[in-house]
């Protein structure tokens, strides 16, 4: 029997004795550049991650093993052998193939040479050669031997030229517990020898992968024996001019028998990552994150293709969250389109943590942190406060002959397009055009009897509503930010239709409906009812309101989390102003909310009822400087719960021998800590008919409710001129 490559086994169970004190796995940037297999697989982020292979016993069937190598002395990793030829403990190597491709193998990363695919990895070397060839009785001993003693993964860098050791590696397919790594054979030939050729065979039941080599440039060497009859369980891996433990130094060595030492390493770090993983799920795995070689899918040259370490590490068609109640939800891995985001009365700290191990198509285990995404913070910016300097709001009345009055505000966006500087450019020949786009409006139409009707999309109902539908809104230009009823800030975009009807002297009752459509997004739809009062210098609004959310006050997720559910909440403002004399007007408002109890979905077990509550003061003074000026000065808290809860149920670990999910609860509190506030002094003037000039100062303190998130400060000034 002519010896072709190594065996190499990987198991969690360390059953032989180990023979020195624990190594450290901590390579030198030479010995990295050294370490051919692992360069040319792209495998140091891996290491670096700390996958080293530990507690994964693997099984050499080889030459032997020289411990007087710098590798392997006083290596913990190298457990006590076995010498399959004579029944005895002699794993001396004279041939020193065993000691380069166990080198491949699990070489520790301890500062000198090289180092191996699996560094950490516990070594059970089983010799089977005597001289230049083993026999098939030494190599079925070897192979009983390696299963007797937990390997988990078995390295056959061996071959022949008809069938041999089917007996033992039977036996080991039916366990299902150790991967059988066998090299494909150095002759050029169309299919691979023996025993690798057992591979196609239904009784190995997926446990068995055949391994050839490629140089460098993942092109197949000519020596290597090509997939075959075998294509489906047959990968390629690095194998031309290897540099390795060869003696007591290291050498280079071309062929199969180093190419599959690197498959046995990285099923070792996949073992011992998930040691509940059966031997033909970790075949599976590996087989089919193979990068595709030659003709488009298996082939007859490359079989799968080259192994792909980190894509095996990676997860694999979709992830499934888990429950106690027992409960699943699959989420496909390229699920996108999703906007997460929190509930807005809540702050970003109230998520963190929220993690959970999730499963993917094999029933690996990763942990997710679910909470990352609803954690993110929000900032002030000059837009948020002045506005986007390509949007402008025009305003024009008409009376009509009956004596009813047409109003209708438009904010429009000016796009902005260069164009060729020729006199088709536009009258003026400059090479700018600008293109003017209505994204939102709204129109009211007031009789004489006071009966008022509005509409409008864009979200601008909030210039027709609440006290800005009233006789003072010309005086509250500034602060209206702070009157809203804030439900409808949780329908963007929404389009409105109000009706206001007069109650008799100072009283008008109103009703209002708007709708808010977005996909994978928070949305809502929002039922209003206004009563208001006001008599020339005073005004009061009371605005009860039913906000149906596809979300939870303004926040959606994925399904998992349960946000993207339909919520209810009902609110109640009340706004006031009061003119004081000819030029100031000072204003206030208070919002409360309740958010009915979430229903159980997904990971979300149960949730509390939310309440919430916010307000807003502001005064204004007109004709400060100019006529028809305004310089005013708000303070303003967005909701902020009071009252709120949220219990998942999460996967907190899973049981290393069955890979069961172990279950606990995460509580997220919606209560913050500290209020969020705003103080804003703003100024606004128009120069002319063309031109107007606006400027701010806004300080907001603890953002999002976080108490240790810093101040944000925006200071600006806009000129606007149309044209």
């Known amino acids: 029997m002519r010896k072709l490559h190594h065996l190499f086994l990987l198991t969690a169970l360390a059953s032989a004795c180990q023979l020195a004190a624990a190594q450290t796995f901590a390579p030198t940037t030479s010995e990295y550049n050294w370490s051919t297999t692992v360069n040319q697989l792209g495998m140091r982020n891996i290491h670096n991650r700390g996958i080293l292979g530990e507690g994964v016993v693997v099984a050499m069937l080889d030459t032997g093993l020289n411990l007087a190598n710098p590798e ?14 004579d029944g005895s403990g002699d794993i001396a190597d004279n041939l020193n193939h065993g000691t380069h491709t166990t080198g491949i193998l699990a070489a520790p990363g301890n500062g000198t040479g090289m180092y191996g695919v699996a560094p950490q990895a516990s070594v059970l070397m089983i010799k089977v050669f005597n001289g230049g060839t083993a026999a098939a009785s030494a190599i079925n001993r070897g192979i009983d031997y390696a299963a007797a003693n937990g390997a988990r993964v078995i390295n056959l860098s061996l071959g022949a030229s008809s069938p041999t050791g089917d007996a033992s590696l039977r036996a080991v397919a039916a366990s299902n517990n150790a991967v059988m790594v066998v090299a494909a054979g150095n002759d050029s030939a169309s299919n691979p020898n023996w025993p690798s050729r057992y591979a196609k065979e239904s009784w190995t039941n997926g446990t068995m992968i055949v391994v050839g080599a ?14 075959g009859d075998t294509a489906q369980v047959y990968l390629v891996a690095p194998g031309v001019n290897i540099i390795s433990s060869y003696g007591t130094g290291y050498a280079y060595l071309t062929g199969t028998s180093m190419a599959a ?43 799968r293709g080259m192994l792909n370490v980190n894509r095996a590490l990676s997860p694999i068609g979709s992830y499934t969250y888990r429950t106690a109640n027992g409960s699943r939800t699959t989420v496909p891995l390229n699920t996108t389109g999703v906007v997460s985001t929190r509930p807005s009365v809540s702050t970003p700290s109230a998520f963190q943590g929220l993690k959970t191990e999730v499963f993917d198509e094999y029933g690996r285990n990763y942990t997710s942190d679910e909470g990352a995404a609803l954690s993110g913070r929000s900032v002030m910016t000059l837009y948020s406060v002045l506005g986007r300097p390509d949007r402008m709001l025009d305003a ?26 020729v006199s088709a450019a536009n009258q003026s020949g400059e090479p700018w055009n600008h293109v003017r786009r209505t994204d939102a ?35 509250l230009s500034g602060v209206d930010s702070t009157l809203g009823n804030p439900l409808l800030g949780f329908a963007p975009s929404h389009q409105f239709a109000a009706m206001a009807v007069p109650l008799g002297r100072h009283w008008t009752g109103r009703v209002a409906a708007a709708r808010s459509k977005a996909y994978d997004a928070a949305a809502g739809d929002v039922n209003l009812a206004e009563l208001s009062y006001e008599n020339g210098t005073q005004a009061l609004n009371v605005s009860a309101g039913q906000l149906t959310e596809q979300g939870m006050l303004g926040g959606y997720s994925k399904r998992q989390l349960g946000l993207n559910q339909q919520t209810g909440t009902s609110g109640i403002t009340v706004s006031a102003a009061w003119a004081l004399g000819a030029n100031w007007t000072v204003t206030g408002a208070l919002s409360r909310t309740h958010t009915g109890a979430p229903s159980a979905s997904g990971m979300l077990m149960a949730g509390t009822d939310v309440r919430a509550d916010g307000y807003g003061i502001g005064l204004v003074r007109q004709d400060t400087w100019r006529a028809d000026d305004r310089l005013s000065f708000t303070l303003n808290a967005p909701l902020r719960a009071r009252q709120g809860t949220l219990t ?76």
């Open 441 to 475: 409006s709204v129109v009211m139409w007031r009789q004489t009897s006071g009966l008022t009707f509005s509409a409008g999309d864009g979200g601008l109902s909030g210039m027709s509503l609440g006290l800005m539908g009233s006789s003072l809104a010309t005086r």
């Open 72 to 85: 392997f002395s006083n290596n913990s990793h190298i457990l006590r052998g076995y010498n399959a030829v």
């Open 648 to 723: 998942y149920s999460v996967v907190t670990g899973v049981n290393e021998s069955t890979g069961d999910p172990v279950y606990g609860t995460h509580t997220v509190n919606l209560v913050p800590t500290a209020r969020e506030w705003t103080a804003e002094t703003r100024y606004a003037t128009r120069l002319n008919t063309t031109t107007s000039l606006s400027a701010v100062a806004a300080l907001r303190v603890h953002p999002d409710h976080d108490g240790s998130a810093p101040s944000q400060l925006a200071v600006g000034v806009r000129l606007n001129r149309a044209f």
């Open 214 to 227: 490629v140089d460098a440039n993942k092109r197949l060497a000519s020596f290597s024996n090509k997939a």
């Open 396 to 421: 024009a009345e008409q009376v009509l002959s009956s004596g009813s009055r047409l109003t209708r505000l438009q904010s429009r966006q000016t796009e902005v397009q260069q164009s060729l500087r």
């Open 261 to 303: 030492p690197a498959v046995s390493g990285a099923a070792a770090l996949i073992t011992g990552y998930w040691p509940y993983l059966r031997a033909n799920q970790v075949a599976a795995i590996m087989l089919n994150t193979a990068d595709d070689l030659g003709a488009p899918g298996v082939d007859a040259v490359y079989g």
